[in-house]
């Protein structure tokens, strides 16, 4: 299936469709594009883009996978293009296993900017399997990293060369699993083993040129009811993985409620991302919020110690007083290079997505971008945003063109029905 966009220039001036008047958005990226399939529900996106023009897409397909009965939902399905995202190649399963799998992920290695690797949960979240691509995802080979005792969520991927981490929970333990040999054999390793908090989530993962390896997660203090506090870390490990030290770097008040009372206790609640530019400057990316189940923002800190020491906090968002921020994503390119993107409810009850980068390590933010922008025909878009956010995440990239790739997921309810968009610039 292949299909064209083109861009919306906007410049500081807003646009009407019939009796709709829509905000300005973003001058310099893609007017959002529908991708994967156009039946069932497409959900919680992961992206990486390759040195070569490849762009990948990976999510879980649910409701059905046309013209599979027997495929299990949902299913990883990947979209491709070989074009930076002008065009998109047709949708297709990467790993024909006959157990549900969740929590996309997909990265490409920075070393060869060509081999790509994917991971997801299944057999019940009881298996973390990860996928690697050395013919720009052609075909695939997968091995079940690692087979837990009991449910494990939100895998992380983290790849150099012939080191590939991924990181998960298991209640309220955070793992690192950690393979030398291109992700074929792996070793876990629990990253708090002293703490007794109710939950854990990870984040992020990132490694630095040293070989330094992060990985972000928020600690939560009470199961179900979501009482809080919520914490938020980010944990070093100098030695591959074997040994781990962590920073706290903010507190979060219980996660906010869903409007609709659908979706997880935690759907809203305080993460943490991380990332590390090409001269070794660390970033992190939060959402947290001083009350209990009260609005949260997004804030900002680097760190030029590999983590040791940090800046103070900063207020990244432009929303007033008031207004929910959630689901931070990041990503770091050359030296100074970071970008960052978060949805927010500042034309409540809609949601919207948002986009800020900057050249001098988050010293200075360009203008706030608005990505998310007006399609007709869907139940879950207006022309001031869209009903509610499709995942528990989105994720963003830089292409070898130095543009941003990004896809984030929107939908009318936590339920259904929603799908996944994108777009791209800088």
């Not at 001036?13 to 991708?35: D, E, H, I, K, Y």
């Not at 299990?72 to 399963?93: C, Q």
């Not at 029905?417 to 791209?424: A, D, E, F, R, T």
Request: hydrophobic residues 40%.
């Amino acid at each position: 299936m292949f299909f064209r966009f083109y861009r919306l220039w906007v410049l500081g001036v807003g646009l009407c469709l019939g009796v709709v008047c829509l905000p300005a958005w973003a001058s310099n990226f893609s007017t959002q594009t529908r991708v994967g399939l156009r039946s069932g529900d497409q959900w919680e996106p992961a992206i990486a883009a390759d040195g070569y023009g490849h762009v990948y897409i990976l999510y879980p397909q649910y409701l059905h996978v046309p013209g599979c009965t027997s495929c299990p939902i949902p299913s990883m399905i990947l979209v491709e293009s070989v074009d930076n995202g002008v065009t998109w190649r047709s949708e297709r399963r990467i790993a024909n296993r006959n157990s549900a799998q969740f929590d996309a992920q997909i990265v490409v290695d920075p070393v060869d900017r060509r081999t790509v690797y994917a991971g997801w949960l299944e057999n019940d979240r009881k298996d973390i399997v990860v996928a690697r691509s050395v013919d720009f995802g052609l075909t695939w080979t997968t091995v079940v990293a690692i087979r837990t005792e009991t449910e494990a969520d939100k895998p992380v991927l983290a790849v150099h060369g012939l080191d590939v981490y991924v990181a998960y929970n298991r209640a309220a333990k955070v793992w690192v699993a950690g393979s030398h040999d291109g992700g074929n054999i792996f070793t876990p390793v629990n990253v708090n083993p002293g703490d007794s908090m109710g939950w854990a989530q990870a984040g992020g993962a990132g490694i630095d040129p040293t070989g330094n390896l992060f990985v972000s997660w928020a600690g939560y203090t009470r199961v179900g009811a979501g009482q809080g506090p919520v914490n938020l870390y980010v944990s070093r490990s100098g030695d591959g993985g074997k040994s781990w030290g962590t920073a706290w770097m903010d507190s979060s008040g219980a996660p906010p409620e869903c409007a609709t009372n659908e979706c997880g206790w935690a759907y809203l609640g305080a993460q943490i991302t991380v990332s590390a530019d090409a001269a070794g400057t660390l970033y992190a990316l939060w959402n947290a919020g001083t009350i209990n189940r009260g609005a949260e923002r997004i804030y900002f800190a680097s760190s030029t110690t590999a983590g040791a020491t940090w800046s103070a906090k900063v207020n990244v968002s432009n929303a007033a007083a008031g207004v929910s921020h959630a689901f931070p994503t990041m990503v770091a390119g050359m030296a100074g290079d970071v970008r960052i993107a978060w949805m927010d409810t500042r034309q409540s009850p809609f949601w919207n997505t948002y986009y800020r980068s900057s050249t001098n390590g988050g010293a200075t933010w360009s203008t706030e971008a608005r990505l998310s922008s007006y399609v007709p025909g869907f139940s879950y878009i207006d022309g001031r945003g869209f009903k509610f956010p499709f995942g528990d995440y989105f994720e963003m990239d830089i292409d070898n063109h130095g543009d941003t790739q990004i896809v984030w997921g929107e939908g009318l309810t936590y339920e259904s029905p929603g799908s996944i968009w994108y777009s791209n610039g800088r």
